[in-house]
């Protein structure tokens, strides 16, 4: 799995730019400086170094060891401290209540069985009172082809994460058609769901 993704981050550039999530900055008023925040699949590191700017104790894990080179770079260029760790997310342990936020932003590489094992893991690794900020593609992406996997299955709908995070007081949840510019990887109209949910 990282083989594929080094050689999708190996292009020059940041191939989903260096500007954080749209989503992610709109939810700015719930992040308090000094929170700790897991970053998950945090790619080239833009939504970390950006959470790292305001403040939090960012972990950011990520499977590419390219990809991290490059997140511990802009890290550098900001100025900013980020724990990295390099992990394949199906083996890696999410541990005990920890984190006062976990930002999940696109991480659909991921198909049903494992989408399920990190969704607990999520849950699992967020402190009480804990905020999961998470946006996806809808299954509608593929007729846009502006980004994400070519599977179906890998998408979400709001029944799906109604569903998976039943047991969380869900904030926020809306699917909704924008453009979006994240570097060469995400670009143009874009069918999206994003949620805050609290454990």
């Not at 989503?23 to 170094?49: I, Y």
């Not at 199906?90 to 920890?98: H, I, K, N, S, T």
């Amino acid at each position: 799995m990282s083989s594929m993704w080094d050689e999708r981050y190996a292009q020059d550039g940041y191939l989903f730019g260096t500007e954080p999530n749209a989503f992610l900055v709109t939810q700015r008023h719930l992040l308090k400086a000094g929170m700790s925040c897991l970053a998950v699949a945090d790619g080239e590191g833009r939504n970390g170094v950006w959470l790292a700017q305001q403040g939090l104790h960012v972990l950011s894990v990520e499977a590419s060891a390219v990809a991290l080179e490059k997140a511990k770079k802009l890290a550098q260029q900001r100025g900013v401290t980020i724990d990295f760790e390099q992990a394949d997310l199906a083996q890696w342990q999410w541990g005990e209540p920890r984190f006062d936020v976990v930002a999940a932003i696109f991480i659909q590489f991921a198909p049903p069985g494992l989408r399920e094992q990190m969704f607990a893991g999520i849950k699992r690794c967020l402190k009480p009172g804990g905020l999961l900020l998470l946006q996806g593609y809808t299954p509608r992406q593929l007729e846009y082809k502006t980004g994400g996997p070519p599977a179906a299955e890998n998408m979400y709908t709001e029944a799906l994460l109604r569903g998976a995070f039943s047991d969380m007081e869900i904030l926020h949840l809306r699917e909704h058609d924008d453009h979006i510019s994240e570097g060469t990887g995400h670009s143009g109209m874009s069918a999206l769901i994003d949620m805050v949910a609290r454990k």
